[in-house]
C-alpha cells in the first residue's frame, strides 16, 4: 500500500483574501487521516506564514506538501525577489512588508521565526532576483 | 465553560455562531497582529481583537482558538463573516474595551 499523499497548490499573489487556503485544506486532510491536533496545529501555522509571505513578497508561487505517516514535508517555492539576508530575515520583529499589509494586521516581523518555531526542520534556499524556495518537516510522533 | 454560555452570560453580540456550543475556552489571548497571535495564541483560547477582517478569520482557524471576541465596538465585513460561518468559527462582538472584556471574561471562566 502506498502512505504517501501529496497535494499541490498555487498561490495567488494578489489575492490576500485567499491566502490561507492550503493551509486550511492541508488540515482537513490531515484531521481527516486522524493525526494528532497539536500536529496539525504546527503545520497549520507554519503553512499559513509561508503562504502570507509569498503573498506579501513573492507574488505568489506554488506548494507542494507530501505527507507520510512519519512526517508532513512543505515546499514552498517562488520566484519573488529573494531574501538579501536570511540571518536577518529570521530575527523577530525585523519586517519588510509595506503599509498596507501590517494594517491587515500583518508585517509585525513573526513570519519566518514562526515558521521556523512552528516546524521540526526548517531550509530556506534563497538566491537575490530568481527566488525563494523554503522547505519545512513536521515530525508525527 | 463553553463559548456560548460565556456570551449568554456577559451579553456578547453573536455575529457566527460557529462551534460556540461545543467549545470550550481555555485561556484568553489579547493581540491584533496576526503573526503574533498565531505564534502565541494557544488552542482553546478566547481570542480578543479588534482585527475584524478575513485574515483574522483564518488565524482563528488555523490556531485553533475557540472564538474571536471583537473588542472596542469593532465591526466585521460581511464577506469575513460568510468564511467565518463557512469553517465553523465563532464570532462574537463587545463594545467594551479590551482589558476591561479579557478581565469579564478571565473571572467567568474562572481563568
Redesign the interface.
Known sequence: MENLIQLSYEVDGDDFTRAGEASANVKKSLRKLGVPPEVIRKVAIALYEGEINMVIHAEGGVIDVEISPEHVTMVLKDHGKGIADVEKAMQEGYSTAPDEVRSLGFGAGMGLPNMKKYSDEMEIDSTVGVGTTVTMTVYIP | MTVLEMAKELHLEIISKGEAEVREIHGVYCC?????V??RAK?DDAWITV?G????V??A????VSCIVLSEGMGIDE?SIAKAQE?DVCILKSDLPTFELSRKIAEFCAL
Not at chain 2, 32 to 36: E, F, G, Q, R, Y
Open positions: 491584533d497582529l496576526l503573526s503574533i498565531m505564534g488552542a482585527m477582517n478575513i485574515n483574522a483564518a488565524v482557524v488555523l490556531a485553533d464577506e469553517q
